[in-house]
């Protein structure tokens, strides 16, 4: 079972790069999700989606985009990386509400130097 | 306004006893889910358990059960019979508008660390 898959693993970045974050669920999941989690520190929302062609804004979007082509794909890009987005990034879905839990990808170490 | 928090930046306990961590929530919302994540040192997010805010009865998954106390806004995780591998992060979550499409805010977390 795949579950959600995020690419790549490990990435450094000169200031001013851009790049973009992959990330793949193959369980039909309508909800999905980017958080950020800065060392020591709990996940903050960056963008989310309820659907194909719908995202929204969370509580960090600043410096990111992201879109919903497919059921399956929600990419996180980048476009002029700061240090600040230095971080480790989740993405995680959900088939709906009540007591679905959120299955993650493994996780995104971003290091923008 | 913090939505999560999590007052333990740290805690320890002695292997094989019970520990609880303690999470406190805000909202004004009458449906809502409360959710424990662990997060080993190999980073990923593990999901524990859930507490609806309906639910009557506490969960119960395991050696996991979840102390909820509505009147006061507290889900506490409580560990029973701590072991060695239950050493991580932990972390409290919560949905809110359970009938809506609100995304899970997460607190700060607490460390636990089990000493043999």
């Known amino acids: 079972n795949a579950g959600v898959t995020q690419t790549p693993k490990f990435r450094i970045l000169k200031i001013g790069q851009s790049m973009t974050l992959q990330c793949t669920q193959d369980?039909?999941?309508?909800?999905m999700y980017w958080y950020r989690q800065d060392p020591g520190m709990g996940l903050k929302l960056i963008y989310y989606s309820v659907g194909a062609g719908i995202t929204d804004k969370g509580e960090v979007p600043n410096g990111y985009n992201v879109s919903r082509s497919t059921t399956e794909d929600f990419p996180l890009r980048l476009e002029l990386a700061a240090p600040s987005q230095t971080s480790v990034y989740f993405c995680?879905?959900?088939?709906?509400?009540?007591?679905?839990?959120?299955?993650f990808g493994e996780g995104s170490r971003l290091t923008v130097l | 306004a913090q939505k999560i928090t999590q007052t333990q930046p740290g805690m320890f306990v002695q292997e094989k006893e019970a520990v609880t961590l303690d999470c406190t929530y805000d909202?004004?919302?009458?449906?809502?889910?409360l959710f424990w994540y662990k997060q080993p040192s190999s980073g990923e997010m593990i999901f524990l358990i859930y507490?609806?805010?309906?639910?009557?009865q506490n969960a119960t998954e395991g050696r996991y059960s979840l102390n909820f106390q509505k009147a006061r806004k507290s889900a506490n995780l409580v560990i029973s019979a701590s072991q060695l591998g239950d050493s991580a992060m932990y972390f409290c979550a919560m949905r809110e508008q359970l009938s809506g499409n609100t995304p899970l805010v997460f607190g700060k977390g607490t460390r636990l660390s089990v000493i043999a």
């Open positions: 507490q609806g805010s309906y639910d009557e």
């Open positions: 369980m039909n999941h309508n909800y």
């Open positions: 995680a879905s959900i088939s709906g509400f009540r007591t679905g839990e959120l299955f």
């Open positions: 909202t004004s919302d009458q449906s809502y889910g």
